[in-house]
């Protein structure tokens, strides 16, 4: 007998693949089965699942200014160096829920909130104040 194993999922989650779509955890999936049975149901109207959200854009620096053009040439004009190039800051959820009604929630499921989803969150609603993000903890079964 043959055993594959994957490799550890991080804070010991276990990836779960249900549709062909591999969850982080167990619970995520879950929750991807209830959000399918609201959508059965009516009251949900489309799941997007791991939605990515621009929460800071890619931005040069060199010479004390600063630009988000990084499609530009990449030598700074003032000393005629490359201009290092910091990538965007990105924040990818597990969920974007549109409802019958319309509006829309941003989901992540969480077992815990760590430092980094902390730091995400704040600048998520900074950016995104129009969207609401709701951390969700349990699933129905």
């Keep these: 007998m043959i055993h594959q194993h ?3 999922a991080k804070y010991g989650n ?3 693949v249900i549709d062909g779509i591999t969850f982080d955890s167990q619970l995520e999936a879950l929750r991807y089965i209830e959000l399918t ?3 059965q149901a009516g009251i949900v109207k489309e799941i997007e699942v791991q939605p990515e959200f621009e929460l800071q854009p890619a931005y040069w620096k060199c010479c004390g200014e600063v630009s988000t053009n990084v499609a530009s040439k990449h030598i700074c004009w003032m000393c005629n160096k490359k201009k290092p190039i910091t990538r965007a800051i990105t924040y ?3 969920f974007r829920v549109t409802y019958a009604d319309g509006h829309q929630e941003i989901e992540d499921v969480k077992g815990m909130e760590t430092a980094v989803f902390k730091l995400k ?9 129009d969207l609401t993000l709701k951390i969700v903890t349990k699933v129905r079964r």
């Design 6 to 8: 994957s490799p550890a």
């Design 14 to 16: 276990k990836k779960t």
């Design 92 to 94: 990818r959820a597990d």
């Design 121 to 129: 969150k704040k600048l998520f609603e900074y950016r995104y104040p």
């Design 37 to 39: 049975r609201l959508k």
